[in-house]
Every structure is written in C-alpha cells, then in structure tokens.
C-alpha cells in the first residue's frame, strides 16, 4: 500500500486548499483519515472517512469549514479547507488503516503517506 498526499502550500488567511491523497493498493472499503503536526507540536487527528463515508468525523477545530470526500474511481482521499488560519499551518498527513472503522486514534492506522505541507500567512 502506497499513500500519497498533495495539495499543500503557501495560501492567505481566509483562503481555501484542497488536499488529495492517492491510494495504491488499498481496498477501498478501508477507512481513511488526516491528520496534522503542527512545527514543535505533536501530530493530530483532522478527519476521517469510514464505512465507504456513511461515517465522517472532524476536529473540533476544523470542523464547520472542512470536508472530507472519497473519489472511489481512483481511491483518492480529499480534504477541502476553508476560512483558513495561521494555526492551520503543518504538514498534513494522510492515514489508512485496516478496518471499514474510521477512528481518531493515529495508533491505529497501518498506512501513511509523506505529507504535504500547508502554510497559512497572516
């Protein structure tokens, strides 16, 4: 299994990014998730799609201007982030476990991908 995160970069407060992470070689019923780390700080949970996305859940502080989605076709995990804020800047990452289950917990996903990082200017 192969994740591959994209979408990062440099992007005004208030402005939007849209995140993707390719899958490869990842069954496609598996939950997926996002997560952040923050520079000096430790990695976070941001999102997750699970149950083929009948089950979706948000950090509370990304939750009301964030949404996560599934592109099935090519197994692509998307995350859409407006209203953004200089407390928004990380490296996001993308996670995949073995399990339809979506979770908050990063211990319990397998599959990573290398991140990308998003940098929110004030």
């Known amino acids: 299994v192969q994740l591959q995160a994209s979408g990062g970069g440099l992007v005004q407060t208030g402005g939007s990014l849209r995140l993707s992470c390719a899958a490869s070689?990842?069954?496609?019923?598996?939950?997926m998730a996002w997560f952040r780390q923050a520079p000096g700080k430790e990695r976070e949970f941001v999102a997750y799609?699970?149950?083929?996305?009948?089950?979706?859940h948000y950090a509370d502080s990304v939750s009301g201007r964030s949404g996560i989605s599934r592109i099935y076709a090519n197994n692509t995990l998307l995350l859409q982030m407006n209203s953004l804020k200089p407390e928004d800047t990380a490296v996001y990452y993308c996670?995949?476990?073995?399990?339809?289950?979506?979770?908050?917990?990063?211990?319990?996903?397998?599959?990573w991908g290398q991140g990308t990082l998003v940098t929110v200017s004030s």
């Open positions: 996670a995949a476990r073995t399990s339809a289950l979506g979770t908050t917990n990063q211990a319990m996903y397998t599959y």
């Open positions: 070689g990842l069954h496609v019923s598996y939950a």
């Open positions: 799609w699970g149950w083929r996305g009948t089950t979706t």
